[in-house]
């Protein structure tokens, strides 16, 4: 009866998302591997058993095995079945600070692509009141990476009034709000963070190679100069699965 249950509470979950039913599904059963309850050198269900405890129909099934097989968690031999022969990697280095200090140091080993650089752009809505829109900005398109992996997108937008005080090599080099910390006549006076948990579009999922609908985290950072100006907006989307949030409450 409790497996009956549980079983029904499955179909239900899928059926209330939007996103494809095997990307759904790849998500689960990576998570069953995740918390051991499919184990390494484990034989997992077979296809029709799979479908029927899911209520899909069985190519729904394979399409989220293929899935699972690129990323190296699972091997199908004929005539014996699927086994797990792998964990995920669930390697959470890229911690999001939520201190002023913490936000201007940049990760170890990263590497900051520059994926677009507009001139003239004006600041996009965004959440939040704290100050004053500029007349123009610099919006650079960011990627952020370690070992080859892209862990953070990022829009950010820099008040083309203070863009010749930055050093062009910090683009590529610094926290977006490294970049206007410290600047000569600049003297931040309000600065905030805003997370948002959400899920990967298609662009997204490209661009972070990821699958559509996997977990992502939205953080929108304003910093305001003492004229009350928006100097540096940055909205950037981090990959859920390679990045923590931790919070010092006393």
């Not at 201190?99 to 959440?127: F, Y």
């Not at 005080?165 to 970049?179: D, F, G, Q, S, W």
């Not at 910390?181 to 579009?201: E, K, R, S």
């Amino acid at each position: 009866m409790a497996g009956m249950k549980s079983e029904n509470a499955t179909v239900k979950a899928l059926q209330k998302s939007n996103v494809s039913r095997y990307i759904q599904l790849a998500s689960l059963f990576r998570q069953r591997i995740e918390s051991g309850e499919w184990e390494v050198g484990e034989k997992i269900p077979t296809v029709k058993e799979l479908a029927d405890q899911c209520g899909v129909a069985t190519m729904t099934i394979r399409q989220s095995l293929d899935i699972l097989e690129k990323e190296g968690l699972i091997e199908r031999y004929r005539a014996k079945g699927t086994f797990v022969v792998e964990q995920p990697k669930r390697d959470l280095w890229c911690e999001v600070k939520t201190d002023w200090t913490g936000l201007l140091i940049a990760r170890d080993n990263a590497v900051i692509e520059i994926l677009g650089d507009e001139l003239g752009a004006q600041l996009p809505r965004h959440d939040g009141d704290i100050g004053n829109a500029a007349p123009a900005y610099r919006h650079l398109k960011r990627r952020h990476s370690r070992d080859d992996l892209a862990f953070l997108l990022a829009d950010v937008y820099v008040d083309e009034r203070i863009c010749d005080l930055i050093p062009e090599e910090n683009y590529t080099k610094v926290t977006a709000m490294r970049l206007v910390a410290d600047l000569p006549g600049q003297t931040v006076v309000n600065a905030n963070q805003i997370v948002t948990i959400g899920a990967a579009d298609l662009e997204t999922a490209s661009q972070l190679n990821i699958s559509i609908g996997d977990p992502i985290a939205r953080v929108q950072r304003t910093v305001v100069n003492q004229n009350g100006d928006i100097i540096m907006l940055a909205n950037g989307i981090y990959r859920g699965d390679m990045m923590k949030i931790e919070v010092k409450l006393r």
